[in-house]
């Protein structure tokens, strides 16, 4: 029965229904036809009622005409200039290469425009702290609302992993990401120095945020990284890495993934966080004896960090130890065990949007629409000060392994 309820919930991600558009919908322009642009917002505009896809434009207009008839867009505009200028458009959504996002999200915001702009936000901390300290953010509450899409935290399966966590009490915690060679070749625009290339500033932006979220705190050290090159005339970029860090409560995080791992590999990118044992007294009561004491080592593993509305799984192992009061010799121990999942909000009894078939995109644009409507929603969102946290411990990694910041706008002094 999982199964085919997996099936179907899938499914409807990739044909959800079409909703009426209400007469208040926000209209958005894409900047560039970019690939990921069908996945993160068009398929899920199509069943919010409060989202319409107006325009798009790209340098090469013959590209964003074939675009747009494919999709449906029903505007296309000669220059990313023309797009902003349109008085019609409420939000651009820019998925541009990474090192073009500071320049094109400032133009946007000084024209007005609300934006959601593709992960990771900035090149560097930087460009993170001049984008997301700049006046145009600052000038009223109702100004333009922009947000970096960090798609996957807003999922319900990420908001039930870290319910069940314990950040004071994180001793460890190690989150993977491994993506077959053949989804990256390498001359992909992943690898392209100047515009801000390489895996950890693409697929590393997920293990590291999940470990971020996980000890609910900044590191304070990255105390070992190692970058794995890529062959001439790529040899800036990286195509694996690996990073350890120290984070306040003495705990340890380790991120580590690769666009390179062999054609065959298969497995779903995860984070596995271990706790110091604590009292467990509870379980204390339920052996019945005062003299005994109980403690609880926790171990929750969640599966599937990029797209958990597919599917994922929170599993929490908890391993009690019973010794007599004051004593170091342990008695008994044992397991319990508790897989969780959650592909709406109900799931969680909490009375939120969503459906089995909205996609994380889905609920990252539900979110993205909320705040810009002045509601509540869920609570969930990426604040400037979460994004610029991100862009400082990637350029933390970035800087230990000696490889070297990703490169700042040439153009940075007009948008000071």
Same mark, same amino acid.
């Given at each position: 029965?999982?199964?085919?309820?997996?099936?179907?919930?899938?499914?409807?991600?990739?044909?959800?229904?079409?909703?009426?558009?209400?007469?208040?919908?926000?209209?958005?322009?894409?900047?560039?036809?970019?690939?990921? +642009? &069908?996945?993160?917002?068009?398929?899920? @505009?199509?069943?919010? !009622?409060?989202? $319409?896809? *107006? %325009?798009? =434009?790209?340098?090469?207009?013959?590209?964003?005409?074939?675009?747009?008839?494919?999709?449906?867009?029903?505007?296309?505009?000669?220059?990313?200039?023309?797009?902003?200028?349109?008085?019609?458009?409420?939000?651009?959504?820019?998925?541009?290469?990474?090192?073009?996002?500071?320049?094109?999200?400032?133009?946007?915001?000084?024209?007005?425009?609300?934006?959601?702009?593709?992960?990771?936000?900035?090149?560097?901390?930087?460009?993170?702290?001049?984008?997301?300290?700049?006046?145009?953010?600052?000038?009223?509450?109702?100004?333009?609302?922009?947000?970096?899409?960090?798609?996957?935290?807003? +999922? &319900?399966?990420?908001?039930?992993?870290? @319910?069940?966590?314990? !950040?004071?009490? $994180?001793? *460890? %915690?190690? =989150?993977?990401?491994?993506?077959?060679?053949?989804?990256?070749?390498?001359?992909?625009?992943?690898?392209?120095?100047?515009?801000?290339?390489?895996?950890?500033?693409?697929?590393?932006?997920?293990?590291?945020?999940?470990?971020?979220?996980?000890?609910?705190?900044?590191?304070?050290?990255?105390?070992?990284?190692?970058?794995?090159?890529?062959?001439?005339?790529?040899?800036?970029?990286?195509?694996?890495?690996?990073?350890?860090?120290?984070?306040?409560?003495?705990?340890?995080?380790?991120?580590?993934?690769?666009?390179?791992?062999?054609?065959?590999?298969?497995?779903?990118?995860?984070?596995?966080?271990?706790?110091?044992?604590?009292?467990?007294?509870?379980?204390?009561?339920?052996?019945?004896?005062?003299?005994?004491?109980?403690?609880?080592?926790?171990?929750?593993?969640?599966?599937?960090?990029?797209?958990?509305?597919?599917?994922?799984?929170?599993?929490?192992?908890?391993?009690?130890?019973?010794?007599?009061?004051?004593?170091?010799?342990?008695?008994?121990?044992?397991?319990?065990?508790?897989?969780?999942?959650?592909?709406?909000?109900?799931?969680?009894?909490?009375?939120?949007?969503?459906?089995?078939?909205?996609?994380?995109?889905?609920?990252?644009?539900?979110?993205?629409?909320?705040?810009?409507?002045?509601?509540?929603?869920?609570?969930?969102?990426?604040?400037?000060?979460?994004?610029?946290?991100?862009?400082?411990?990637?350029?933390?990694?970035?800087?230990?392994?000696?490889?070297?910041?990703?490169?700042?706008?040439?153009?940075?002094?007009?948008?000071?």
């Amino acid at each position: 029965m999982d199964f085919l309820s997996g099936l179907r919930r899938n499914w409807r991600q990739f044909n959800p229904p079409v909703a009426a558009k209400h007469d208040d919908a926000l209209k958005f322009g894409i900047l560039g036809a970019a690939n990921i +642009a &069908p996945l993160a917002l068009i398929l899920p @505009a199509k069943s919010h !009622p409060q989202v $319409i896809i *107006h %325009a798009v =434009a790209a340098r090469d207009k013959t590209r964003a005409t074939a675009f747009a008839n494919k999709r449906g867009i029903p505007v296309v505009k000669d220059s990313y200039e023309e797009l902003l200028d349109d008085p019609a458009i409420d939000v651009v959504y820019i998925p541009l290469p990474t090192g073009l996002h500071l320049e094109w999200a400032l133009k946007a915001l000084a024209k007005g425009k609300h934006v959601l702009l593709e992960k990771p936000a900035t090149s560097n901390a930087q460009e993170a702290e001049i984008l997301h300290h700049h006046r145009l953010l600052n000038q009223s509450s109702e100004g333009p609302v922009l947000m970096e899409a960090f798609h996957s935290r807003f +999922a &319900p399966g990420w908001q039930q992993f870290l @319910a069940v966590l314990d !950040p004071p009490n $994180i001793s *460890h %915690a190690i =989150a993977k990401a491994m993506v077959p060679s053949y989804i990256a070749s390498d001359d992909d625009i992943r690898f392209n120095y100047s515009i801000s290339g390489g895996a950890l500033l693409d697929l590393g932006t997920y293990p590291l945020a999940s470990v971020r979220d996980a000890f609910g705190a900044e590191p304070e050290e990255c105390i070992d990284a190692k970058m794995t090159r890529m062959a001439p005339p790529r040899e800036k970029c990286d195509h694996t890495f690996y990073a350890k860090f120290r984070f306040p409560n003495g705990g340890i995080g380790e991120v580590k993934g690769t666009l390179r791992a062999p054609k065959t590999h298969l497995s779903l990118p995860s984070i596995i966080v271990t706790h110091k044992p604590v009292p467990a007294p509870e379980e204390a009561k339920k052996a019945g004896d005062k003299d005994t004491e109980v403690t609880r080592t926790r171990k929750v593993t969640f599966c599937n960090l990029l797209w958990p509305t597919n599917y994922h799984y929170v599993t929490v192992e908890d391993k009690f130890e019973i010794r007599d009061a004051g004593s170091s010799t342990m008695k008994r121990e044992y397991t319990k065990t508790e897989t969780k999942k959650a592909y709406t909000f109900r799931e969680m009894d909490r009375d939120l949007a969503g459906e089995t078939h909205w996609s994380t995109y889905r609920y990252m644009l539900e979110e993205f629409v909320n705040k810009i409507k002045g509601r509540q929603g869920s609570g969930v969102f990426v604040s400037h000060e979460e994004s610029i946290a991100q862009s400082r411990a990637l350029d933390m990694i970035y800087e230990k392994s000696g490889l070297g910041l990703r490169p700042t706008s040439k153009r940075v002094s007009k948008f000071v």
